[in-house]
């Protein structure tokens, strides 16, 4: 083959390759291409329910917690019933205070902390005065989210799961490197 005929037959090899995953993103779509609807919402009240083993994982509702009330506009509850519960007692502050700090910044802007008292006892916390001032204690976590779901609130159930960069697990080469 000539240098010429080589220089061809690379440069076509490497169109067909830069072009392949969009020919077979297409060729993989037999339902056709997601749409979109970015619509308005009506004002609509949530209840989260929080029941995480690592208490870090609040950073994760915090995420969740924001971005649904910017969309609802309604008035917004955390019920938190689990191991979580320890990063919200004051002796704890100076362990969880990233993730305190961002559960106040949530009741600043109005969402309220609701504690179950049954599993703060259990977890070995005398009262209410054990933990922050942003959080009120009610005496059970599962009737406190059916008290507010009888009231119309929408309930929530955010499992800890991040979804940032998943996509790049399946198509790794996708991902921009900064």
């Known amino acids: 083959m000539t240098r010429k005929a080589t220089i061809v037959a690379a440069g076509i090899t490497l169109f067909l390759a830069a072009s392949a995953p969009a020919v077979l993103a297409d060729a993989f779509a037999p339902f056709g291409k997601g749409k979109t609807d970015m619509h308005a919402m009506e004002p609509t009240n949530v209840v989260f329910d929080a029941n995480y083993q690592d208490p870090n994982q609040l950073n994760i509702l915090y995420n969740?917690?924001?971005?649904?009330i910017k969309e609802t506009k309604g008035k917004?509850?955390?019920v938190t019933h689990g191991p979580e519960l320890r990063a919200f007692a004051r002796e704890n502050y100076e362990k969880y205070q990233g993730v305190v700090d961002k559960m106040n910044e949530l009741a600043k802007m109005g969402v309220e902390f609701k504690m179950c008292n049954n599993a703060m006892k259990a977890a070995g916390y005398a009262s209410a005065e054990d933990m922050h001032g942003f959080v009120t204690v009610v005496p059970a976590g599962f009737p406190e989210l059916v008290h507010w779901q009888s009231k119309g609130y929408q309930y929530?159930?955010?499992?800890p799961y991040p979804v940032r960069d998943v996509r790049y697990?399946?198509?790794p080469q996708l991902k921009k490197s900064n």
């Not at 969740?64 to 649904?68: D, G």
């Not at 929530?156 to 499992?159: A, C, E, S």
Request: charged share 15%.
């Open 76 to 78: 917004a509850i955390v």
């Open 169 to 171: 697990i399946d198509q």
């Open 64 to 68: 969740f917690v924001k971005n649904t």
């Open 156 to 159: 929530i159930n955010p499992l």
